[in-house]
């Protein structure tokens, strides 16, 4: 796979074009926000290498020193430590690892605790700044390999789901929400009140529309109900949208309590207050922490 593909491939795929780059020049450790950084730029500062575990080519952050001035001219700043400082200390506390190291320095400088994680590139950022999402790389980091893109290129449908009830309206915000579910009243499932800017929320909807992607609900029934109080409160939950969001959604599924999502929409992105709906999705899935900011990527 030629250089310029594995980057467009990469940058299509990313959850976030918005980077914060650390790198050594001159033995002091620089670093640098870059926002919505375009794939000529991103291809000027990386690099093909092997991968060791999958020998299939990857993808690098490798700025040459030429490269390094540009980002230095362009506002990348001292951090105040060598970067022999930065692998002394990544020994000590990232088992040797500079860029693990680099990301907890500046997680913690944002006032925010690191923990390493495993989350995939497509899914979320490393870190999040007043709200804004980026991808923090220390040189000679890998953004990919080839192995990973060939899995993930083509694989997610370009599809946004939204669960309901704990994700855009507070149904457990209503007071006596349980009681009035046990007695099959429809009636807290009309009085939610939306979790979300509805307007930003229905703008955002539209805009995603228009890049291609299709947006759908799928939401359960109340737990043991009958056929008669799902047939309310599916109709309450149609209506609720109507009332709160507007937007043309391509698909509303309203199904029975405890099905699996994903056998119902296959896969795509999801937004759901349930983990165990997340873990289960065939795709990417989020939480309801910052829907309109996660939005905003796509």
Known sequence: MKHTELVKQYHELAFT??????????????????????????????????????HTVSLRF??????????????AVKQGYTDDELHAWALKYAKGNRGSMFEKLETEKAGQVWKKDKVPFTVDA?????????QLKYAK?????????KNLSGSLEKALWFDMDGTIADLYGVKGWL????????????????????????????????????????????????????????EAKREWLKK????????????????????????????????????NWNGNAYGVDNILG???NF
Request: hydrophobic share 35%; aromatic share 10%; glycine share 4%.
């Open 294 to 296: 996660v939005l905003k």
């Open 244 to 279: 709160y969001i507007s937007v043309e959604w391509d698909s509303v599924n309203i199904v029975a309590y405890g099905t699996n999502k994903a056998s119902v929409c296959g896969n795509g992105f999801l937004f759901d207050d349930e983990e165990p709906n997340r873990n």
């Open 126 to 134: 490393d870190l999040w700044i007043d709200e804004v999402p980026y």
């Open 62 to 75: 490798c700025p040459n020193n030429a490269q390094k001035e540009l980002l230095i001219s362009k506002g």
């Open 17 to 54: 074009s918005n980077y914060l780059f650390g790198f050594p020049y001159k033995k002091e450790v620089y670093a640098i926000r870059i926002h919505n950084m375009d794939i000529e730029t991103l291809e000027a500062i990386t690099c093909l290498d092997r991968d060791s575990k999958t």
């Open 141 to 149: 980091a890998t953004f990919t390999n080839e192995a990973t893109l």
């Open 179 to 234: 009681d009035m579910l046990t007695k099959e009243d429809e009636t807290p499932y009309k009085e939610a009140k939306p979790m979300v800017d509805t307007k930003a929320f229905a703008e955002m909807l539209n805009k995603v529309k228009a890049n291609g992607y299709k947006i759908g609900i799928i939401s359960w029934l109340s737990k043991g109900s009958t056929k008669s109080y799902d047939e309310k409160v599916a």
